[in-house]
């Protein structure tokens, strides 16, 4: 029994064991245990796939592993098929990265093959050398208007995996001359730079060239820029006028110029402003003190300085009666054709002066007691103040009285005077219906028809409209044929053309004025 036991049991075992034809291992072997490289070199590893298994074996991937970091790796496909005991040669890569380098050094990789029913590694070391590289670069810009600072900047950058060491160096050319020349020895870091900032303090009108070199271990590299400084044919114009400083800034084709720096300093003071031209070249400086103003422009670099006289009218009042005389000053003599406002409590009234400076406002039209009055002229600062009018005294005349004097020789007469009847009474009556008429008249005139009162004063005309008393005036318009230079008026709208001038006003409230000042050509 135990015979056959035993038996039985060596006939079982052949049926739990794997049958040798699945078997298909595949074994790889690298060609070489060590190949060599720098950042940016593709290196290549051979190597042998081998079949040690009984059946044939196709579709046999190959990788590299190995860090993550300084390499690429690459993936085969070996078809096949690959028969018992055969081997099949081939290459492999790996790119060492020269964006953020490893160090230099030794690094081991592990060779795969690998089917869907074998695996197999084997150990390569690669070898990474020392790699040098590196970048150049000027920060500069191409045009620059004479009398401004210019700044460049100089840069070097590792891009290495160790550090490097060499010489480097600028030069700074002015068109052909050499104005700057440095050298010196450096050594750099992986990923570190060298910086050079260079600052030019206005230079000259001309063409410059900077250029920057350097040599690492025999690696030679150089950049260049360009850049010119120039200067524009600027002029400008200054003048005071309506209350502000007015400057322009032109190049020699007489367009606008932005950028122009000035500055504007009131004597005395110790006031200065700092102004810049706007996009078409101006400023508008408005003042409000006399004085003289010192302006410094920066022209491409070319200083120039100059003085605007501002002034400001001074006044003479004094009242003569139901006349109000005033006179304009200016800096030493008097000013002529200088808009006069005065306002008071019954309205507004206007005036040019003359010849002399002096103008004339009649009390009755703004009333006495506080006057507002102004002066304005667009070549001088404008001037208000207040007057106080008063009314005029009214006197009376008492009769003169005279001692009689003795007369002799008078010879006395008598003389019968008849004696009178009722006072004629169609004759009263008469005289009743004509004042009555009269004043009727002169009442409609003032309460229900506006009144309009025109004058003609040293190169002005002025016209004044008064609406009725009880009522409003709608709908005013006056017209009248004239040269005029210019109009204004205190309310509505005011026209010049063909040689007329047109005032409209669409509402005037009762017993309210409006004035028309004209200019004449």
């Known amino acids: ?29 690298a060609l070489t245990d060590k190949v060599s490289g720098a950042p940016g070199d593709v290196v290549k590893i051979p190597f042998q796939l081998i079949n040690l298994g009984s059946a044939n074996v196709s579709n046999i991937t190959v990788y590299v592993t190995g860090p993550s970091q300084g390499f690429l790796y690459e993936t085969r496909i070996i078809p096949g098929p690959i028969k018992p005991n055969e081997s099949v040669s081939g290459i492999i890569t790996v790119q060492i990265s020269s964006i953020n380098p490893v160090s230099p050094g030794d690094y081991k990789l592990k060779l795969v093959a690998q089917s869907n029913i074998s695996y197999s590694e084997t150990e390569v070391t690669i070898h990474v050398g020392t790699y040098v590289n590196f970048d150049l670069s000027i920060g500069v810009g191409e045009r620059y208007i004479y ?9 070097i950058a590792s891009r290495s995996n160790g550090v490097i060491i060499g010489r480097i160096g600028y030069t700074l050319y002015l068109n052909d001359t050499v104005l700057q020349s440095i050298e010196t020895v450096i050594f750099l870091q992986p990923g570190e730079s060298w910086y050079k900032i260079l600052n030019l303090t206005k230079p000259a009108v001309g063409q410059y060239t900077l250029r920057l070199w350097a040599n690492f271990a025999g690696h030679y590299k150089s950049t260049t820029a360009k850049f010119i400084v120039y200067q524009r044919k600027l002029k400008y114009r200054a003048y005071f006028e309506n209350g502000a400083i007015h400057i ?11 950028g122009i720096t000035v500055k504007a300093t ?19 400086y408005p003042v409000e003190k006399a004085g003289l103003y010192q302006l410094t422009l920066n022209l491409d670099g070319k200083v120039v300085t100059d003085v605007i006289p501002v002034h400001q009218l001074a006044l003479d009042i004094s009242q003569d009666g139901k006349e109000l005389w ?30 002399s400076g002096e103008a004339i406002i009649n009390l009755t039209g703004v009333g006495y007691g506080t006057l507002l009055i102004s002066a304005e002229s ?4 404008s001037t208000h103040t207040s007057f106080n009018a ?23 007469s008598t003389t019968t005077i008849p004696k009178t009847g009722r006072p004629n009474m169609v004759g009263l009556a008469l005289l009743m219906f004509l004042s009555a008429v ?14 309009i009162h025109e004058e003609e004063l040293d190169h002005h005309y002025f016209v004044k409209v008064h609406s009725p008393r009880l009522r409003g005036l709608e709908n005013f318009r006056y017209e009248r044929g004239i040269s005029a230079v210019d109009a204004k008026a205190t309310k509505g709208r005011v026209s010049i053309s063909d040689g007329k001038v047109v005032w409209e006003i669409e509402h005037l409230k009762p017993s309210e004025e409006a004035y028309l000042q004209i200019r004449l050509g």
Not at 3 to 9: E, L, R, T
Not at 147 to 155: D, E, K, M, P, V
Not at 391 to 410: E, K, M
């Open 1 to 29: 029994m135990k015979v056959k036991a035993m038996i039985i049991i060596l006939l079982l075992i052949p049926l739990f064991l794997p049958g040798t034809a699945a078997q298909s291992p595949i074994v790889i072997k």
């Open 147 to 155: 009398g401004n600072n210019i700044t460049a900047s100089l840069r």
């Open 248 to 258: 322009i800034v032109t190049d020699k084709n007489g367009s606008g110029v932005g």
């Open 266 to 284: 009131l004597a005395g003071s110790g006031e200065t402003s700092t102004l810049v031209t706007a996009p078409d070249g101006t400023i508008v």
């Open 326 to 355: 005033i006179r304009v000053r200016g800096p030493e003599n008097p000013v002529p054709n200088i808009t006069i406002t005065v306002s008071g409590p019954l309205g507004k009234s206007y005036a040019v002066t003359n010849a």
């Open 378 to 381: 667009t070549q001088y600062l």
């Open 390 to 412: 008063k009314p005029p005294v009214t006197t009376t005349t008492l009769p003169t009285t005279t001692t009689p004097q003795p007369v002799s020789n008078i010879t006395l």
């Open 438 to 451: 009269i004043l009727a008249g002169t009442s409609y005139v003032a309460f229900f028809t506006p009144t």
